[in-house]
């Protein structure tokens, strides 16, 4: 038995709303991003405190954090790049 081949694309008229749902989206990413400095903020500030207070477990806590929001940055700021790379990638799949 064969299967009839299947040939679909995206497009933005399919269904209503797609205007709205991307700048939903872009306002998330947005969200994302400010949050991510107030995150990095934070974590430096606990950071400093943990190493001027002897605290080495604070210190390392802040360290985490640091790093957590510089990747969640990253991961908004690439998420669209990433997207697109994956779609080609799964467009060459036959």
């Known amino acids: 038995m064969v299967?009839?081949?299947?040939?679909?694309?995206?497009?933005?008229?399919?269904?209503?709303?797609?205007?709205?749902?991307?700048?939903?989206?872009?306002?998330a990413m947005s969200f994302g991003l400010v949050l991510s400095v107030l995150a990095l903020l934070v974590s430096a500030v606990v950071w400093g405190f943990g190493a001027q207070s002897a605290n080495p477990h604070l210190a390392g806590r802040g360290k985490v954090g640091v790093l957590a929001a510089c990747g969640s940055a990253a991961i908004c700021g690439a998420a669209v790049t990433l997207v697109n790379f994956f779609w080609t990638v799964g467009q060459g799949v036959s």
Do not use: K
Request: net charge neutral; charged share 10%; proline share 8%.
């Open 3 to 27: 299967l009839a081949q299947v040939s679909i694309t995206p497009n933005d008229t399919g269904l209503p709303g797609i205007a709205a749902l991307r700048s939903i989206v872009g306002a």
